[in-house]
């Protein structure tokens, strides 16, 4: 198959006019090509499939519950809206239910490589436990434990390797001590922090590869204590951004684009409720009430997003974001935390054939997954 006159995001994250061949699911070659079952994307932009590091659920659904059958439903949702990997995100509950979960994620992953179905899922980010009392936000206190190591590596076996991130305050009681031993291990991020900005830059020299959701849950950015944020600018880390418009100010997400636009990663942060519509809901053990499109616990503390990465994407250009820099941050950005940017979250000959196609206003019009268009 070949993909004709689209407006190509080529590798150096720029669009060109070009053509894009298919073959088993692999794309073979990009240029000015000719040949039969040809797709004509005239007028449309031709980007890589979202790569969504951090969502935890979808349609009433949420990774943390464990249920192969509801994962399914999620993994087509986020196929249909553009989506083509995602790692599943656990939230703070007990840790046998973690790892239980974990195990029927890694049991789902291998189900999709023989059938197919949905978005993949190729990592787990488990944004649970190990995090501070004052910055919790929506985890419940009760099961916030102490930075333990071990307790990772054992999610890591249980879920055959899929478990990609690990979050901690660095603040915490041996939060230094376990960034400095799992850095070689696991992506180990910053998050729900009540870090300084030395203590921060301390994170990132122990091994602290990035932050969770840019300037929600942590120390905040003034211009005699700089905080996490200040840090971040100042080093060459990563940092996931929530582009809703509700959880950071556009002029915000402007900002950080201007300062450092190859380090964000575009997270949905979407809970149960995405795809779905105002209404209660639940993240982990606690109760969500959504409305007008913003999640709440009952005292007002956000509680993840309601919104998809793809509608993220068009908010982020829509706020004034050069659209290649908006598509970078959704797909080769968290393909590089994920470990798999030699495969995915670009368009290239020899990567895996995860396409979207979009309009002018920048709705859907195909989705591919391996070659096979999402119906």
């Given amino acids: ?5 689209g407006n190509v995001y080529t590798a150096d994250f720029k669009f060109e006019k070009l053509d894009v061949e298919i ?17 004509d994307a005239e007028g449309m932009y031709v980007i890589p499939g979202l790569i969504d590091q951090h969502s935890h659920g979808c349609m009433g659904y949420d990774w943390s519950d464990g249920n192969f059958d509801e994962m399914g439903a999620m993994a087509d949702f986020y196929a249909a809206n553009g989506v083509t990997t995602v790692a599943g995100t656990i939230t703070t509950i007990p840790a046998p239910r973690m790892e239980a979960a974990m195990k029927e994620m890694k049991r789902f992953s291998d189900e999709q490589k023989k059938t197919g179905r949905g978005a993949r899922v190729r990592g787990i980010n488990m944004e649970s436990s190990f995090l501070s009392h004052a910055k ?19 999610f890591k076996e249980a879920s055959g390797g899929l478990l990609k991130i690990v979050n901690v305050a660095p603040e915490i009681e041996g939060g230094m001590e376990f960034i400095k031993e799992l850095k070689d291990e696991i992506v180990v991020s910053a998050a729900h ?10 994170a990132v020299d122990a091994g602290a590869a990035q932050v969770t959701h840019f300037f929600n849950a942590m120390t905040s950015f003034l211009h005699r204590a700089p905080g996490v944020p200040g840090a971040v600018f100042d080093t ?71 919104a998809s990465l793809m509608s993220d994407l068009r908010s982020a250009v829509s706020f004034g974001i050069p659209i290649e820099q908006a598509v970078k941050a959704a797909t080769y950005n968290p393909a590089k935390t994920l470990g798999m940017e030699d495969e995915i979250g670009s368009i290239a000959e020899g990567y895996q054939a995860d396409l979207v196609l979009l309009d002018s206003s920048l709705n859907i019009q195909k989705v591919y997954i391996a070659g096979k268009e999402i119906q």
């Fill in 23 to 39: 073959k088993d699911g692999i794309i073979t070659r990009i240029g000015k090509l000719d040949g039969e079952d040809a797709v």
């Fill in 236 to 306: 060459d880390i990563g940092a996931e951004l929530i582009c809703d418009g509700i959880h950071v100010h556009p002029a915000v997400i402007r900002t950080v684009f201007k300062i450092m636009a190859d380090r964000v990663i575009m997270i949905s942060d979407s809970i149960s409720a995405c795809g779905l519509s105002d209404g209660q809901y639940v993240l982990g053990d606690m109760d969500v009430t959504v409305k007008d499109g913003k999640a709440t616990l009952a005292d007002g503390t956000i509680a993840g997003s309601s």
């Fill in 136 to 154: 919790k936000g929506a985890h419940l206190e009760a099961y916030l434990l102490k930075p333990d190591a071990e307790l990772v590596r054992r």
């Fill in 193 to 202: 922090t009540n870090a300084d900005y030395d203590t921060m830059l301390a």
């Fill in 1 to 5: 198959m070949i993909i004709k006159n």
